[in-house]
């Protein structure tokens, strides 16, 4: 498992004081928002589309700082916006890890070779690199060519300086599982830590709305494909018993509180995706939200087929940590990883055989059995000229 012991040490110490101390709900990781700027104008990112005068904006480091006191989550992921573009991130990351917060840094890399000389190695720090899965694929994904490329580079120049690397990887519909697994072996060969992965769940900003896995049993199937019939050598930083989940081999109701995001509007209702309003205090967040209205088990249309970690890893960390059963159940999935499955690995290999990604996306507009000329999607291609304005901003 690509989670140091010292770290899952800190996270198994904390979860334990929570339950002794009788709290149903509390925070697992802080999602902190210092910016909404990007260098990137993903499809599936609503982030962007806010106008200039908010893209223009910051959290200040004193805001970060405060955000993470009253939260108390042992860790915090910085996503954005792109957070190496913030004026002041070497303070906010210098001052987290000196609150031995373990941080997460969100970056899809453009900028990460030269911005390394910003920051300290440190148990406490991890750049998190957005990778999407294989070079074309990432590059579909986030709408512009040469990422994937110059992601590589930067991971492999922050391993080589001593710097803790993990990836974060969002998967699509019409993801191809083959594709998927050799971009595992891929990122375990560049010497990262360990891997995060998550379905891509309907974000109501993001231009384009069809390639999101809106279905828990397209979602099972695909993760079933990925994981099924896999070799030791993968390693991810995240609960196993989440990765059952995603699997179909597990339920869970989400833990929207576990994973709260503060950002320039302040505490956001419920979670990461959803945004029913802002609280100004975490406390506020927690006791006057009314959390009943979230999850499958709500009935909330929002909510039913959604399996994205920053509602479900918090509710299978808790499971771990609940029980005799939950605590065997983590070990057996750390050690019995591989699960056989044959059906599964005859359905990898009829997916050799179909379209998936890029391909698709342009057989879908082939007209009279002809490429049109320079043709992508509408919502990818108008995203792409964006760029321009954002950088602007």
């Not at 979230?294 to 918090?314: D, F, K, L, T, W």
Request: aromatic share 10%; charged share 25%; hydrophobic share 35%.
């Amino acid at each position: 498992m690509g989670v140091p012991l010292a770290q899952m040490w800190t996270v198994a110490s904390y979860v334990l004081k929570q339950k002794l101390k009788g709290r149903k709900r509390y925070p697992l990781v802080l999602m902190l928002e210092p910016l909404f700027r990007c260098n990137l104008a993903c499809a599936g990112c609503g982030k962007i589309q806010y106008p200039a005068h908010i893209l223009k904006s910051e959290l200040t480091p004193e805001e970060c700082f405060a955000a993470a006191e009253e939260c108390e989550a042992p860790m915090v992921s910085i996503p954005g916006g792109e957070p190496l573009m913030h004026s002041r991130i070497q303070e906010i990351v210098e001052g987290l890890v000196a609150r031995k917060k373990y941080v997460y840094l969100c970056t899809n890399a453009i900028l990460l070779k030269e911005k390394l000389h910003l920051f300290k190695p440190s148990r406490y720090l991890t750049f998190s690199v957005h990778m999407d899965g294989q070079e074309e694929h990432h590059d579909f994904a986030v709408c512009r060519e040469g990422v994937y490329q110059t992601a590589r580079e930067g991971i492999r120049e922050a391993v080589q300086r001593g710097f803790r690397v993990t990836t974060n990887t969002t998967l699509f519909d019409g993801a191809d599982p083959n594709s998927v697994r050799q971009f595992f072996d891929e990122m375990m060969a560049l010497g990262v830590e360990g891997m995060m992965v998550s379905p891509g769940y309907a974000y109501p900003k993001a231009p384009d709305q069809k390639s999101f896995l809106n279905e828990r049993k397209r979602v099972n199937d695909l993760f079933t494909m990925i994981f099924s019939n896999r070799g030791k050598g993968w390693k991810f930083n995240q609960s196993p018993l989440f990765i059952e989940f995603l699997m179909g081999r597990r339920e869970y109701e989400c833990t929207p509180w576990g994973n709260p995001t503060y950002n320039l509007f302040g505490w956001q209702r419920p979670c990461y995706l959803i945004q029913d309003g802002y609280a100004d205090t975490f406390q506020e967040l927690m006791n006057e939200t009314d959390w009943d209205r979230y999850g499958r088990a709500s009935g909330n249309p929002s909510c039913q087929q959604c399996m994205v970690h920053c509602g479900y890893e918090p509710s299978a960390v808790n499971h771990t940590f609940s029980s005799f059963g939950g605590i065997w159940g983590t070990i057996k999935a750390m050690v019995f990883n591989t699960y056989a499955n044959p059906a599964a690995l005859n359905r990898l290999e009829e997916e050799k055989g179909k379209l998936h990604g890029p391909a698709l996306a342009l057989a879908a507009l082939t007209i009279d059995g002809k490429k049109p000329s320079g043709s992508e999607p509408e919502s990818r291609a108008q995203h792409k000229s964006d760029k321009s304005e954002i950088e602007a901003a």
